[in-house]
Structures are given as C-alpha cells and as structure tokens.
C-alpha cells in the first residue's frame, strides 16, 4: 500500500481554469503538507494542515487553498491558474511533531499552457 | 525567513570516486533532516542528525552536524549509479508554514 498517495500524476491545463489534486495517507498521521518544487528543484512549503489547524506559507496566492475533509486527506485546489503555477506539487504528511520524518507522494507535475 | 544553504548546486564525480554535500545556516539548528530524491521522484528520508557532532553512517552515506549545529555534510564514499539523484538538507523547524525549509539541494551526476 502506497503511504501518500496523490492523484493526478499529470495535469494540463490552460490558463485560468480551476483544478484540484487529491492527497491521501494510510500512516495515521496528525499532520500533512503541500510543497512546491519549481523547475530548478527548489523545494518550499506552502500549507501544513494539523487537527483542523492550517497554517499557511504568506508567500502563497489565495488563488490556492487546501481542504480536508478528514485527517487522511488534504486536497489542493487552485483557482485561474497563472502560467507561473507550473511546477510539480507534492503531499506529505508527518507523525506531528516538528521532529520525525515526512513522507512524500508521488508528486504532480501541473502544467499550465 | 529562516534559510539553510546548501553547496555545490551540481557535482559530477566519476563513477567509484566520493561525493559531499554541505548545509550551512546562520542561526542554530535544533536538529537537520537529509533527503534524497532521484530523477522524477519524490524526496525520500535519508536520516536526521539531533545531536551536537552527531556522526551517523548508513552504508556508504556518512552524515555529520556540526559542533555549533549551524552546518551538516552528507558523504558518500565510492559513489555508485544508484547514488544518482538531489540530496537536500531541511531545517524542520524554520519553516513558514511550519514544514520543513529545505536547502536548494545538491544534484549528483555519476559519469561511469
């Protein structure tokens, strides 16, 4: 069974639509995340979502907004999407504590034309 | 924010010969977390280093964090194509949302 399992693996799609990509853990984990790496592989936090808490990265558009409908999930969805939106997103989630270690899915890679 | 640097950005090395990669930040780190990711995959947990010195080795991989806990190296002796892919560090408590904030990563390129 896949740990961090998030769908679609590829997504494309013109500008200004409004897509989602769907995130699941089996780990029973408190906390999960959303990451952005861009083209030259930089990796940066976006959202970490604990216990109904969710705590946002200011750097982030609030054309993207994360949702969880339970603590197993969390769904990206972004609205009018920019060219610049174009990276490959990764889920992960993590026991909780500051301290242990993160487990990534799969990752998907959007691409805005 | 909080930021940890990471160097070399590229390292080619030949097939057999050692390869490290450094981490260096400006404030203490409470503890740093080693991932590696290969081509079209997603970051994987090497190891995380808590302790002032901490010295730890997983096979090939040795990894280290600094008396100061301001810098951390990950080495790899006699490097193999499995080797292949970005190693980053990640400082798990500076992050913006809470999350890890990651060095801009090493690539390693292995020339047989």
């Known amino acids: 069974d896949t740990a961090v399992s998030q769908t679609p693996k590829y997504l494309v799609t013109q500008m200004g639509n409004d897509k989602s990509i769907k995130c699941e853990q089996n780990?029973?984990?408190?906390?999960m995340y959303w990451y952005k790496q861009d083209s030259k592989k930089f990796l940066k936090i976006m959202f970490s979502y604990n216990n109904k808490e969710l705590i946002i990265n200011e750097t982030v558009p609030n054309r993207f907004s994360p949702k969880s409908p339970d603590k197993a999930h969390l769904n990206l969805h972004i609205n009018s999407l920019e060219l610049g939106d174009s990276a490959v997103y990764f889920c992960?989630?993590?026991?909780?504590?500051?301290?242990?270690?993160?487990?990534f899915g799969q990752g998907t890679r959007l691409t805005v034309v | 924010g909080q930021q940890v640097m990471q160097i070399p950005q590229y390292q080619h090395v030949q097939e057999g010969e050692d390869f490290t990669t450094y981490c260096n930040s400006s404030t203490t780190l409470s503890n740093i977390q080693w991932y590696k990711q290969r081509p079209g995959g997603h970051p994987v947990f090497l190891i995380q280093l808590v302790k002032s010195g901490e010295v730890k080795k997983q096979k090939r991989l040795t990894f280290q964090f600094g008396e100061a806990k301001k810098n951390s190296s990950l080495h790899i002796t006699a490097t193999q194509t499995t080797d292949v892919g970005t190693y980053f560090c990640?400082?798990?408590?500076?992050?913006?949302?809470?999350?890890?904030?990651f060095g801009k990563g090493t690539h390693l390129i292995i020339q047989p």
């Open positions: 780990l029973g984990h408190d906390t």
């Open positions: 990640a400082d798990p408590t500076g992050g913006g949302a809470d999350g890890l904030t």
């Open positions: 992960a989630s993590s026991g909780g504590d500051r301290d242990t270690e993160a487990f």
